[in-house]
């Protein structure tokens, strides 16, 4: 009898706590808040399992942090950002764009690349392209242009998040139940974004991606179809 897609994913998930040398895993966002917001589980199972995970922010927010006046919002939106990967144990990185007026040009292009390239990732989650919000869409093309540009030395995996991302059919996935609680701290770390507005949208689809895999709760991706693969948490 063929094992279940749970007894492989688990056996999977053994062979990769077995592996002795941690991967390094970037996760991309357009924003601070939308690697939280789309793989924080992900995120606390990888750096639970003894994998180097950094989040990678194109910009700090500048553009909207509530009630609070314009020229904080970098300030206030670097610390949350900064909280939330301390929940999930990860380091932050920004690429210093400007929120909501993100730049995909030859420079920008080359900026980011290096930047990526200098960690030496072995994978690096992003944003699906199709999205409403510009800053999303460009930090989706500055990556995929870096992993060209890398040979596709590294896997690229894309996300998705609330209300946002459209037309996205994942293949894989990954089961969040057991941390669901660390999510949820990392994404109310981002306090000025008011998550009570999206959180639950972002529980139903993680509700609903556990309905097509099995699980509680589970996060949903989908590689490039020229990217190697990494064992999923
Ligand atoms: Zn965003």
Redesign the pocket.
């Given at each position: 009898m063929p094992p279940t897609r749970r007894a492989f994913l688990a056996s999977a998930a053994l062979a990769l706590r077995a592996d002795p040398s941690p991967l390094k895993i970037i996760f991309t966002?357009?924003?601070p808040?939308?690697p939280a917001?789309g793989c924080a589980g992900t995120i606390a199972r990888y750096a639970d399992l003894g994998h180097e995970v950094a989040i990678l922010y194109l910009n700090r927010g500048e553009g909207y942090c509530g009630t609070s006046p314009l020229d904080r919002c970098a300030q206030i939106r670097t610390a949350e950002a900064q909280k939330a990967c301390q929940i999930l144990k990860a380091r932050p990185l920004f690429a210093d764009q400007i929120d909501g007026r993100a730049v995909v040009d030859q420079p920008h292009y080359e900026t980011f690349s290096r930047l990526l390239t200098a960690e030496a990732p072995d994978a690096v989650f992003t944003q699906w392209p199709i999205d409403r919000?510009r800053?999303?869409r460009a930090v989706s093309a500055l990556t995929l242009d870096a992993f060209f540009q890398a040979n596709k030395k590294f896997a690229l995996y894309y996300y998705e998040?609330a209300e946002?991302t459209s037309m996205f059919t994942p293949g894989d996935y990954v089961d969040i139940s057991k941390v669901e609680p660390r999510r949820r701290a990392a994404c109310y770390a981002h306090v000025s974004q008011q998550p009570d507005k999206w959180y639950p949208k972002q529980v139903e689809i993680t509700r609903f991606r556990g309905a097509e895999s099995g699980f509680a709760q589970a996060e949903a991706f989908l590689p490039h179809k020229e990217s190697k693969r990494i064992p999923l948490p």
């Open positions: 966002g357009g924003h808040g939308d917001c919000h800053d999303h998040v946002d």
